[in-house]
């Protein structure tokens, strides 16, 4: 936004200070005025070709987001499969760096912005001419309010607001996030029951190690913060995570009873297979000496002769079938 300067003559017309994208404007039309025109004609020409590869850049990111509006849709599972994320994933690793999220995010930039908005901004510098990233568009998605999100893009382009800067707002609270899906996105089944039970430790000793940790560096530091210094946006993030905390501690009992119940019926067969071992160890010679003795009793002893076979009967004409009376 626009600021006045502080100069108090009254007979002056203010003077509006330029934002970093406008000083950046001019300082090039400057420069440009000292070239002779051959050498103008190569900037300007060189300058076009860095534009369209910018846009060409972010509008190819674009339209794979706009494919992975359906492919990523979880009501369309039938169509894509249940497991088409982690598919296209794993194909597009080497390009995309297999990255999960970034798929999310290049789904969310296709569904959140016009297609000749992305094209048109592009090819613009930004600030004091950076350039607009896939990363800023991912990061102005995430913005709960469309108002706030094109005050946001206005700094971005005026004064080129970096994407680590939104998301930076974005966790402190000064821009209110989109709300997400309860849970976060649906978790895969594990290949394995083994691998399903060992990812669940892994998860909750990183929870655990995270909780000590919040001890002394986020609820100490809270403790001791100065009454001026809480925000409203503070009290939220801690209502917000009191109540997610609420409903795992309900999860966290329901899976220590289902262990209880899985671990005591575990115990129990491998008590009952250790039991039935002796006797079924016991049994296998009478089973081998039957087994013997039935092969023995089938078995062709040398030149008997094969019995003779059985002379066919030859079969009858069947009668005219008569009709019910």
Do not use: W
Not at 235 to 249: S, Y
């Amino acid at each position: 936004m626009a600021e006045k300067s502080s100069d108090k003559s009254s007979d002056k017309a203010p003077v509006i200070l330029a934002t970093p994208l406008v000083a950046y404007q001019r300082e090039r039309e400057k420069l440009l005025a000292t070239m002779t025109d051959s050498t103008r004609e190569v900037a300007l020409a060189c300058d076009k070709k860095l534009a369209a590869a910018r846009r060409g850049n972010i509008m190819t990111l674009y339209y794979i987001g706009s494919r992975l509006v359906d492919a990523l849709d979880e009501t369309k599972q039938g169509q894509y499969g249940s497991d088409a994320v982690k598919k296209l994933n794993t194909f597009l690793k080497d390009s995309l760096g297999g990255n999960e999220n970034l798929l999310y995010g290049l789904r969310r930039v296709a569904q959140v912005f016009d297609e000749a908005f992305v094209k048109e901004h592009s090819e613009k510098p930004i600030g004091k001419g950076g350039e607009l990233t896939i990363q800023h568009l991912i990061n102005l998605t995430a913005i709960e309010s469309p108002e706030d999100r094109a005050r946001t893009f206005e700094e971005v382009v005026a004064h080129g607001l970096s994407a680590e800067q939104i998301a930076l707002r974005l966790r402190s609270g000064e821009l209110k996030a989109r709300n997400t899906r309860q849970g976060g996105r649906k978790v895969s089944p594990p290949l394995s029951l083994l691998s399903g039970l060992e990812k669940l430790r892994a998860e909750a000793t990183k929870v655990g190690n995270y909780l000590d940790m919040c001890d002394k560096h986020v609820f100490g530091k809270i403790a001791k913060m100065a009454v001026g210094d809480i925000t409203d946006a503070l009290v939220a993030k801690l209502k917000a995570d009191k109540e997610e905390l609420t409903g795992l501690r309900g999860k966290l009992t329901a899976a220590d009873t289902h262990i209880d119940a899985c671990l005591t019926r575990a115990e129990k067969a491998l008590a009952d297979r250790a039991k039935a071992a002796p006797a079924a160890e016991a049994a296998k010679p009478a089973a081998k000496a039957t087994a013997k003795a039935t092969a023995k009793a089938t078995t062709k002893k040398p030149g008997a002769k094969a019995a003779k076979p059985k002379p066919k009967v030859k079969a009858k004409r069947p009668a005219a079938a008569t009709a019910g009376v």
